[in-house]
């Protein structure tokens, strides 16, 4: 598949970690980059780097646990920049949710962010983007997708939402000239993962997580899961029979 060239692109969690990184990169190859995340003053640290660099990103300052809102602000950003060609749904949440201690704030938290938050950011201008017959939206999963997770039950099941969604939504675009990828990182390097109390095999720097997930990006994958070591191992979990899975998961607690 050709690589598709963008003039616009909305990537959001780009306050730090993937999303920074994904901004950046897109900025550096001359895509006009909307950067959304709630902390303005990381924002404002990235627009500064990329002014630097010779490459522009827009601060915009959003908390997709509102949905209603990211909603209005991405359609009103597709109206005053002529069209958005790049949706990157990045912006996600990752808390333990151990069930015998589960709390439904936190469930709520990540539901609001990783399920209703992506899906409010992919579906604002979807259908302009089929009417334009062009477009591409990116949803940025996990490989914790593939199965429900020992302590993660939010966590992988909200990310279960959005690869099914994604799933779902390339199947009724196709032949319309919107691309939909989804993408499934391991483990890299960043706030979220620096909280993790257990190893964290075949970690990836942030860097080389950022330029596998932009050229599959540009590439048009319909989906993309990385590093192999991790997705292959998450592979074999994904077919593991029920009895053999819930064993191997309780030995790692």
Excluded at 4 to 13: D, E, K, P, V
Excluded at 25 to 45: D, I, P, Q, T
Excluded at 187 to 210: G, W
């Amino acid at each position: 598949m050709a690589e598709m060239n963008y003039r616009t692109a909305l990537i959001t969690g780009a306050s730090s970690g993937l999303g920074r990184g994904l901004a950046l990169w897109f900025a550096r190859r001359g895509v006009k980059v909307y950067a959304a995340a709630r902390r303005r003053e990381n924002l404002e640290a990235l627009a500064n780097e990329a002014r630097a660099a010779g490459a522009t990103v827009d601060p915009i300052e959003l908390d997709v646990a509102n949905a209603d809102t990211t909603l209005a602000r991405i359609r009103e950003l597709d109206d005053s920049c002529g069209g958005l060609d790049l949706i990157v749904a990045n912006a996600g949440a990752g808390i333990e949710t151990n069930a015998r201690r589960i709390k439904w704030e936190v469930v709520k938290q990540l539901i609001d962010v990783n399920v209703t938050g992506a899906a409010a950011t992919l579906c604002a201008v979807l259908p302009r983007m089929v009417e334009r017959k062009r477009g591409h939206v990116v949803g940025v999963a996990s490989l914790a997708a593939y199965r429900g997770l020992g302590r993660n039950a939010a966590y992988s099941a909200s990310k279960a939402y959005l690869s099914t969604f994604m799933e779902s939504l390339r199947v009724d675009l196709k032949g319309t000239g919107v691309r939909v990828s989804c993408i499934y990182p391991g483990f890299v390097k960043s706030e979220m993962t620096a909280q993790n109390k257990f190893p964290m095999p075949f970690l990836l720097e942030t860097e080389e997580a950022v330029e596998m997930m932009g050229k599959a990006i540009l590439r048009g994958e319909a989906e993309y899961a990385f590093p192999w070591q991790t997705a292959g191992a998450m592979g074999l979990l994904k077919w593991m029979p029920n009895a053999l899975f819930d064993a191997t998961m309780r030995k790692m607690r």
